[in-house]
């Protein structure tokens, strides 16, 4: 590594030398990004809330297992998940999204006016429904992965997570497209067995960490990547296409901060077998990036070593799903937040089915 | 008197997969049992090239068979007379690992078999799926499918089978004398009358409740006490038993059938029965005679020759050869 003599103060550099950014501050590293981007998240939901001066009341429809409520609750403060504390704790436990007016919708994301409410657990039989909570299962996976890399190397590594696409379950696999600044690096076995602990040391701790969501302005979110050149170029592309034309949805697990379209799940104890399955070099528009490729099961779907040692094989192969840079498709965590991947409408003649009791 | 307890050890990888069952659609299970084929109808990519082969010495022990025991019927000599005989199949055999001597030796200090391999014989394939993962692990180095039941050989070092090699009733000729060794039927716990053959006493003639009793426990007197081993009530059965040196009348190549002398091979009907080369020194192969396949058979070796489905004992009778001819005379 060359000395820069005075400027090392001022230059950011990785491992393998490369002396590209300058910033003020004497090494740029994962956990400190983290922590700025934690800390700027918490101070604009702070702010957010604040501005919740008089609480407003809702009529929330509830529909399906134990009987169909309605539900008094705060406007912009109350959650799907507030409205199932005041159900059944089995609704609490096992549900992985809400669905209000028809739309998918985070457990953890505030009502906004009257509506009607629904819960969706991981053993849907309705098709729609089902593929709906798998996408949200993967995508949240996808984040799982951000997370792991974000953490995984050593401080003189800086790791910038490029996006990842949207969620394809006949692909095998769920990805996160990552700059390692490095040319071409396979864990073997082991090493990937070292990311699969960071996953299950986190999924296993023992407060379950909720997927909290914060919509902010552009802004706000180009303060919270300044670090990460992929995002900045994202953000405003990302605002164009919402409502607002100036909102970024974020998602934070735990201390781990990232722009997502789509809904995640619940929370983080929902996730069951996890594993990092590869790591794959991939050429881009952007230079060498890393596809980090991995496989989860939700905890309520049981299945054995065998089985679950045949789909981690097959998550394994290289994913080819489109590389970053390509033509994004309609639900991509970059393509903005007002996407639908379903009709939300059930198919005429379908209707859902009556809950089981237990 | 022993009784070894028929309960895994704790040590030993823990077996079956009792977790909740997988809730599949039909589909998906169809998928997986077409996988499971594909995957074990492949030679493992893992095996090296074959093991060599060492000539047979009368010094060397060869690997035995697991077998099932399947019936007993009767079998007639050419002389009319009617005999016995149990009918072993050899149930799916594959070798599935080898220990050699100086390893055996450290890990069984103390055994009475220091100078021997291990020979780890696997018996009736099963479906991967209804085993932990643990016990999964140790069929991957001989590459075949896991098996329900597991025993160990021990062999001389000239007699080591590779592991993924499978194991056919060919691997003994009619005429050799076997050992087989088995798990006696169990009883349950038992009375004396039946489990040491005690007579009991009178059934009337004003026996008062005394028809099956132990009677006395002792001597009295400087015995002092019931002496340990007391034949008394208890647990019947369920015991490692041998039968040593039974003839091989005949064998059935197409179900892999051992005919064994005699219809008191230990065990209730499909049990597991270990069959070895007989211990006993007049019925044991001696240098002179015909070598047997060593370590073991190979289909291979055979691929261009039929073999014959049946093959008889010279001294027994057949029902399909032909009776008795009568040349014309001219």
């Not at chain 1, 696409?165 to 692909?171: E, W």
């Not at chain 1, 023992?206 to 990547?225: I, N, P, W, Y």
């Not at chain 2, 594909?38 to 000539?55: F, H, I, Q, T």
Request: charged content about 25%; hydrophobic content about 35%.
């Amino acid at each position: 590594m060359t000395s820069v003599g005075s400027s090392r103060a001022l230059t950011r550099y990785a491992a393998n030398g490369s002396h590209k950014w300058f910033s003020s501050q004497s090494c740029l590293t994962n956990t400190e990004v983290r922590k700025q981007r934690n800390k700027a998240f918490v101070a604009e939901k702070k702010r957010q809330m604040s501005l919740i001066t008089r609480v407003e009341k809702i009529k929330v429809e509830f529909k399906g297992h134990p009987e169909d409520t309605t539900l008094i609750m705060n406007r912009g403060l109350s959650t799907p998940y507030n409205c199932a504390m005041h159900m059944e704790e089995l609704l609490r436990n096992r549900s992985a999204l809400a669905l209000v007016d028809g739309r998918p919708w985070d457990m953890h994301r505030p009502l906004v006016k009257d509506c009607e409410l629904q819960f969706l657990h991981f053993q849907e039989q309705i098709p729609y429904l089902s593929n709906m909570v798998n996408k949200a299962f993967w995508r949240s996976g996808s984040f799982l992965l951000g997370y792991i890399m974000d953490r995984a190397f050593k401080d003189q590594y800086y790791v910038e997570p490029h996006s990842w696409p949207a969620p394809d379950i006949r692909s095998g696999s769920f990805i996160c497209d990552i700059d390692l600044k490095m040319d071409n690096w396979t864990p073997n076995e082991e090493e990937r067995n070292c990311l699969t602990r960071i996953g299950y040391n986190m999924l296993l701790s023992t407060s379950s960490k909720v997927f909290e969501r914060l919509e902010v302005d552009a802004s706000v979110a180009q303060d919270m990547f300044a670090d990460n050149r992929f995002k900045l170029e994202q953000i405003p592309d990302i605002a164009a296409k919402s409502k607002s034309q100036n909102t970024v949805t974020v998602y934070k697990l735990d201390d781990h901060i990232d722009i997502s379209g789509g809904p995640m799940i619940a929370n983080s104890g929902l996730v069951g077998l996890f594993a990092v399955s590869a790591v794959h070099p991939i050429d881009t528009k952007f230079g060498r990036l890393h596809r980090v490729q991995g496989l989860a099961l939700p905890t309520q779907l049981k299945i054995r070593s065998w089985t679950w040692k045949l789909l981690l094989e097959r998550a394994a192969k290289y994913n080819a799903t489109r590389l970053p840079g390509e033509v994004p498709s309609s639900d991509d965590n970059i393509s903005g937040s007002q996407t639908i991947e379903q009709p939300f409408l059930p198919p005429s003649g379908a209707s859902r089915p009556q809950e089981a009791t237990t | 008197m022993t009784h070894s307890p028929n309960t895994p050890a704790p040590w030993w990888t823990k077996k079956l997969d009792t977790s909740a069952p997988e809730d599949l659609t039909s589909d998906n299970e169809a998928f997986l049992q077409d996988m499971v084929e594909e995957k074990y109808s492949v030679d493992s990519p893992l095996k090296e090239g074959p093991w060599e082969r060492a000539d047979w010495t009368p010094r060397s022990v060869r690997c035995g068979l697991i077998c099932r025991k399947i019936g007993v019927i009767p079998q007639w000599l050419n002389n009319g007379k009617k005999f016995y005989t149990t009918l072993l199949q050899v149930a799916d055999n594959h070798v599935i690992r080898y220990t050699p001597p100086e390893i055996n030796r450290e890990r069984r200090r103390g055994s009475r078999t220091p100078n021997f391999g291990i020979q780890v014989v696997g018996a009736d394939s099963a479906d991967p799926r209804l085993f932990k993962a643990e016990y999964l692990g140790l069929f991957q180095e001989a590459g075949v499918m896991p098996k329900h039941h597991l025993s160990r050989f021990f062999v001389t070092r000239d007699a080591v089978i590779q592991p993924g090699t499978q194991l056919n009733a060919m691997h003994f000729s009619v005429g050799d004398f076997v050992d087989c060794q088995a798990r006696t039927i169990d009883h349950g716990y038992q009375g004396v009358v039946k489990k040491w053959g005690m007579k009991g006493g009178p059934a009337s003639h004003g026996a008062t409740k005394f028809h099956r009793k132990m009677g006395a426990t002792g001597g009295g007197g400087n015995m002092a006490r019931i002496w340990p081993g007391k034949k008394m009530p208890g647990h019947m059965g369920n015991e490692w038993r041998i039968l040593k040196g039974l003839k091989i009348w005949r064998i059935n190549t197409k179900y892999n059938v051992l005919y064994v002398h005699g219809p008191c091979v230990p065990g209730p009907h499909h049990c597991y029965v270990r069959v070895m080369d007989t211990i006993l020194p007049l019925r044991k192969r001696k240098g002179d005679g015909p070598k047997p396949p060593f370590p073991t058979w190979f289909a291979d070796d055979y691929k261009d020759q039929e073999i014959p489905e049946e093959i008889f004992d010279e001294s027994l009778h057949r029902f399909t050869a032909s009776s008795i001819e009568f040349e014309e005379e001219k």
